[in-house]
Antibody
Framework: EVQLVESGGGLVQPGGSLRLSCAASGFTFSSYSMTWVRQAPGKGLEWLSYISYTTSGSSSVHYADSVRGRFTISRDNAKNSLYLQMNSLRAEDTAVYYC??????????????WGQGTLVTVSS | QSALTQPASVSGSPGQSITISCTGT?????????VSWYQQHPGKAPKLMIY???KRPSGVSSRFSGSKSGSTASLTISGLQAEDEADYYCCSYATSSTLLFGGGTKLTVL
């Protein structure tokens, strides 16, 4: 069974940093692209970042304008884990953060398995 | 980049059909066939219902179908059931290797 479990959320002050993790199991993690999506309280979904599966030791990454330069996506295939390093956090980054697996063969475009989400609250 | 435009809410009675629209621009829906739809029940993670405009992942009911015309994509749910009550989000690939979600539509089954 495919499982994605996010962790690392919590309360952080404006301007602070946080690192989210997503532990994957039940599938060959290195063969799948992964993404982060967030949802502010009572609001809709917002795509944040994507990382491709690893080929020749490297992965391509993409970011939404709203987080480019502040957030960094990475993966550790040996640990079956996805990460999101979040710096210079703002109140508007308060949201539930989901990791999701890319649909095989469709890379960036679609996501067929999602974690349960981890809540990040940015407040003083 | 602005979110794709969806109606805030739609409703229908059991057994009826409903359609949710998703309007974008020539930079996203209108220029790419990479449109998907997600269902989200309260407090739950989203679930992929439609991808590549009109394909269903394994396990998704054939009552769900998708289409696209120009810069507007649509999700149709036929034979509405109580369990279909949820929020629905469209999503499209956009220029510069990014993705855009719609604002979401709350479906109420009367």
């Amino acid at each position: 069974e495919v499982q994605l479990v996010e962790s690392g959320g919590g309360l952080v002050q404006p301007g602070g940093s946080l690192r989210l993790s997503c532990a994957a199991s039940g599938f060959t993690f290195s063969s799948y692209s992964m993404t982060w999506v967030r949802q502010a309280p009572g609001k809709g979904l917002e795509w944040l970042s994507y990382i491709s599966y690893t080929t020749s030791g490297s992965s391509s990454v993409h970011y939404a304008d709203s987080v480019r330069g502040r957030f960094t996506i990475s993966r550790d295939n040996a640990k079956n884990s996805l990460y999101l390093q979040m710096n210079s956090l703002r109140a508007e980054d308060t949201a539930v953060y989901y990791c999701a697996r890319g649909l095989l063969g469709y890379g960036l475009y679609y996501f067929d398995s999602w974690g349960q989400g981890t809540l990040v609250t940015v407040s003083s | 980049q602005s979110a794709l435009t969806q109606p805030a809410s739609v409703s229908g009675s059991p057994g009826q059909s409903i359609t949710i629209s998703c309007t974008g621009t020539s930079s996203d829906v209108g220029n790419y066939n990479f449109v998907s739809w997600y269902q989200q029940h309260p407090g739950k993670a989203p679930k992929l219902m439609i991808y590549e405009g009109n394909k269903r992942p394994s396990g998704v009911s054939s009552r769900f179908s998708g289409s696209k015309s120009g810069s507007t994509a649509s999700l149709t749910i036929s034979g509405l059931q109580a369990e279909d009550e949820a929020d629905y989000y469209c999503c499209s690939y956009a220029t510069s290797s990014t993705l855009l979600f719609g604002g979401g539509t709350k479906l109420t089954v009367l």
